[in-house]
């Protein structure tokens, strides 16, 4: 079984930086592609930035230029900076690990983007 505990979420003002971890137990975790994903209130949930386990990357439309997503195999780790922070972006973060037969979730952090 793989948990994944994201942290590093927290209050920001607009236009100012966060970054987000993603810790994985087990051995998957560098054959694993992953993924971050945000559901804002009364919203689904949809993808912000993906890599693969061979560190191919792809954002969504709405924070290409602002996010990054990065990987560390050795500390089992997926990270997401943000910077350059709007309202919109507000949204409870969560982690996703996929496998082609199999997937895990994390439970989510939140970032709030208010002054």
């Known amino acids: 079984q793989v948990q994944l505990v994201e942290s590093g979420g927290g209050l920001v003002q607009p236009g100012g930086s966060l970054r987000l971890s993603c810790a994985a137990s087990?051995?998957?975790?560098?054959?694993?592609?992953m993924g971050w994903y945000r559901q804002a209130p009364g919203k689904q949930r949809e993808l912000v930035a993906h890599?693969?386990?061979?560190?191919?990357?792809n954002y969504a439309d709405s924070v290409k230029g602002r996010f990054t997503i990065s990987r560390d195999n050795a500390k089992n780790t997926v990270y997401l900076q943000m910077n350059s922070l709007k309202p919109e972006d507000t949204a409870v973060y969560y982690c996703?690990?996929?496998?082609?037969?199999?997937?895990?979730w994390g439970k989510g952090t939140l970032v709030t983007v208010s002054s």
């Open positions: 890599i693969t386990s061979g560190g191919s990357k």
């Open positions: 087990g051995s998957i975790f560098s054959s694993a592609a």
């Open positions: 996703r690990l996929g496998l082609v037969v199999m997937e895990y």
